[in-house]
């Protein structure tokens, strides 16, 4: 599922493949290799689907702790 996690990668970081028509997108997908049932999971955009051949959590939560004080030094 590399290949995938790569994929879902590049189309987070390339406007060009994010804003992709259908065709576009799935001509994309068959060039890097993805499998039939992760390119279903993209195009029809099942977040559930994708976390589950990726192996992830639904549940993720990013903080940043600050402390109270900030110290001088």
């Given at each position: 599922?590399?290949?995938?996690?790569?994929?879902?990668?590049?189309?987070?970081?390339?406007?060009?493949?994010?804003?992709?028509?259908?065709?576009?997108?799935?001509?994309?997908?068959?060039h890097?290799?993805?499998?039939?049932?992760?390119?279903?999971a993209?195009?029809?955009?099942?977040?559930?689907?994708?976390?589950?051949?990726?192996?992830?959590r639904?549940?993720?939560?990013?903080?940043?702790?600050?402390?109270?004080?900030?110290?001088?030094?």
């Open positions: 599922m590399s290949d995938l996690i790569d994929f879902l990668e590049r189309m987070g970081s390339d406007s060009q493949l994010r804003f992709a028509t259908q065709p576009g997108l799935e001509e994309a997908l068959l890097a290799g993805i499998a039939a049932t992760a390119r279903s993209v195009l029809t955009g099942d977040q559930r689907r994708l976390e589950s051949l990726i192996g992830v639904h549940n993720v939560c990013n903080l940043i702790n600050l402390p109270d004080e900030i110290e001088e030094g």
